[in-house]
Nanobody
Framework: QVQLVESGGGLVQAGGSLRLSCAASGRTFSSINMGWFRQAPGKERDFVAAISWSGRSTNYADSVKGRFPISRDNAKNTVYLQMNSLKPEDTAVYYC???????????????????WGQGTQVTVSS
């Protein structure tokens, strides 16, 4: 069992930055793969980024590649999403997710993940 708690959301102007954090507990953090998803009002939950248990492999949605690097600190049981050059279309609730499955292309899909956080709101004004 894994519990995930997101933090770091807020209100920023377009072009600004935020760093989201996701703290995990209940299972050895280094043994699980992690991802970030986001959901805007009236839209589906979409993939943002993923990182393998070792941190050696990452995947990004085309919409955020080059802007939102994902990283993890296994000593702190925490995964991060550094959001730079924010745009109004980035406005959404951001969710942290964890998976015990083998890392790969499946990380793009929500069914790959076994555990989810409650979400943190990110609002980008123009």
């Amino acid at each position: 069992q894994v519990q995930l708690v997101e933090s770091g959301g807020g209100l920023v102007q377009a072009g600004g930055s935020l760093r989201l954090s996701c703290a995990a507990s209940g299972r050895t953090f280094s043994s699980i793969n992690m991802g970030w998803f986001r959901q805007a009002p009236g839209k589906e939950r979409d993939f943002v980024a993923a990182i393998s248990w070792s941190g050696r492999s990452t995947n990004y949605a085309d919409s955020v590649k080059g802007r939102f690097p994902i990283s993890r600190d296994n000593a702190k049981n925490t995964v991060y999403l550094q959001m730079n050059s924010l745009k109004p279309e980035d406005t959404a609730v951001y969710y942290c997710a964890a998976s015990t499955k083998i890392y790969g292309s499946g990380s793009y899909y929500s069914h790959y993940y076994d555990y989810w956080g409650q979400g943190t709101q990110v609002t980008v004004s123009s």
